[in-house]
Protein backbone atom coordinates (compact mmCIF):
# COMPACT_ATOMS: atom_id res chain seq x y z
CA UNK A 1 0.00 0.00 0.00
CA UNK A 2 1.25 3.58 -1.15
CA UNK A 3 1.73 6.09 1.03
CA UNK A 4 2.79 9.64 1.39
CA UNK A 5 2.63 12.05 4.89
CA UNK A 6 3.34 15.28 4.75
CA UNK A 7 4.60 17.14 7.69
CA UNK A 8 5.81 20.57 9.05
CA UNK A 9 3.35 22.87 8.20
CA UNK A 10 2.45 25.85 10.37
CA UNK A 11 1.83 29.29 11.02
CA UNK A 12 4.68 31.57 10.66
CA UNK A 13 4.93 35.37 9.78
CA UNK A 14 5.38 36.67 6.28
CA UNK A 15 8.95 36.85 5.17
CA UNK A 16 9.29 33.57 7.30
CA UNK A 17 10.46 30.42 6.00
CA UNK A 18 9.22 26.45 6.49
CA UNK A 19 10.65 23.22 5.42
CA UNK A 20 7.71 20.41 4.53
CA UNK A 21 8.46 17.15 4.21
CA UNK A 22 6.64 14.09 2.33
CA UNK A 23 7.73 10.43 3.26
CA UNK A 24 7.07 7.92 1.20
CA UNK A 25 6.12 4.01 1.68
CA UNK A 26 4.91 1.64 -0.45
CA UNK A 27 7.02 2.60 -3.82
CA UNK A 28 10.32 2.45 -5.64
CA UNK A 29 10.40 5.99 -4.65
CA UNK A 30 13.13 7.15 -7.38
CA UNK A 31 11.11 5.80 -10.34
CA UNK A 32 8.73 8.77 -9.57
CA UNK A 33 8.68 12.54 -10.15
CA UNK A 34 7.44 13.99 -6.77
CA UNK A 35 4.86 16.72 -7.47
CA UNK A 36 3.77 19.73 -4.58
CA UNK A 37 0.43 21.44 -4.93
CA UNK A 38 -1.62 23.79 -2.77
CA UNK A 39 -5.29 24.42 -2.13
CA UNK A 40 -6.11 27.99 -0.43
CA UNK A 41 -9.87 28.40 0.45
CA UNK A 42 -12.14 28.57 -2.06
CA UNK A 43 -9.40 28.45 -4.77
CA UNK A 44 -8.81 25.26 -7.38
CA UNK A 45 -5.44 23.27 -6.49
CA UNK A 46 -2.48 25.06 -7.79
CA UNK A 47 0.31 23.19 -9.26
CA UNK A 48 3.75 24.39 -7.11
CA UNK A 49 6.60 22.11 -8.71
CA UNK A 50 7.81 18.70 -8.78
CA UNK A 51 11.19 17.05 -9.07
CA UNK A 52 12.46 13.91 -11.68
CA UNK A 53 13.15 10.37 -9.54
CA UNK A 54 16.80 11.38 -9.67
CA UNK A 55 16.31 14.53 -8.53
CA UNK A 56 18.03 16.60 -10.96
CA UNK A 57 15.12 18.44 -12.19
CA UNK A 58 12.84 20.37 -11.39
CA UNK A 59 10.28 23.05 -12.24
CA UNK A 60 8.35 25.62 -10.25
CA UNK A 61 5.55 27.50 -10.89
CA UNK A 62 6.04 31.38 -11.90
CA UNK A 63 4.28 32.28 -8.20
CA UNK A 64 7.02 30.44 -6.07
CA UNK A 65 9.99 30.54 -8.71
CA UNK A 66 13.13 32.27 -6.66
CA UNK A 67 11.65 31.27 -3.33
CA UNK A 68 10.30 27.98 -3.02
CA UNK A 69 12.88 24.86 -3.98
CA UNK A 70 11.72 21.09 -3.81
CA UNK A 71 14.60 18.06 -3.57
CA UNK A 72 14.21 14.58 -2.23
CA UNK A 73 16.37 12.30 -0.32
CA UNK A 74 16.17 8.61 -2.00
CA UNK A 75 17.47 6.64 0.67
CA UNK A 76 14.95 7.86 2.64
CA UNK A 77 12.18 8.06 0.21
CA UNK A 78 11.35 11.80 1.49
CA UNK A 79 10.39 14.86 -0.44
CA UNK A 80 10.68 18.31 0.72
CA UNK A 81 9.94 21.48 0.47
CA UNK A 82 11.96 24.18 1.21
CA UNK A 83 10.13 27.84 1.23
CA UNK A 84 11.34 31.01 1.70
CA UNK A 85 10.25 34.62 1.38
CA UNK A 86 6.94 33.26 2.51
CA UNK A 87 3.75 35.44 1.86
CA UNK A 88 0.22 35.73 3.01
CA UNK A 89 -0.79 34.61 -0.20
CA UNK A 90 1.13 31.18 0.17
CA UNK A 91 -1.32 30.24 2.80
CA UNK A 92 -2.79 26.72 1.58
CA UNK A 93 -2.90 23.40 2.40
CA UNK A 94 -0.25 21.60 0.88
CA UNK A 95 0.13 18.26 -1.07
CA UNK A 96 2.56 15.80 -1.88
CA UNK A 97 1.74 13.79 -4.78
CA UNK A 98 3.79 11.04 -7.02
CA UNK A 99 4.02 10.50 -10.43
CA UNK A 100 5.31 7.35 -12.17
CA UNK A 101 7.93 8.39 -14.41
CA UNK A 102 6.48 7.40 -18.16
CA UNK A 103 4.98 9.30 -19.93
CA UNK A 104 1.99 11.59 -19.45
CA UNK A 105 -0.27 11.22 -16.74
CA UNK A 106 -1.66 12.46 -13.70
CA UNK A 107 -0.77 11.85 -10.10
CA UNK A 108 -0.88 8.63 -9.01
CA UNK A 109 -0.86 8.75 -5.57
CA UNK A 110 -1.68 12.08 -3.19
CA UNK A 111 -0.72 12.75 0.44
CA UNK A 112 -3.31 14.13 3.16
CA UNK A 113 -1.90 17.77 2.62
CA UNK A 114 -0.30 20.18 5.70
CA UNK A 115 -1.58 23.66 6.73
CA UNK A 116 0.66 26.26 5.89
CA UNK A 117 -0.51 30.08 7.35
CA UNK A 118 1.23 32.99 6.33
CA UNK A 119 0.41 35.64 8.91
CA UNK A 120 0.73 39.39 7.59
Known amino acids: QVRLVESGGGLVQAGGSLRLSCAASGLTFNAYYMGWFRQAPGKEREFVGRISGSGDSTIYADSVKGRFTISRDNTKKTAYLQMNSLKPEDTAVYYC?????????????WGQGTQVTVSS
Open 97 to 109: AARYMSGSRPYDY
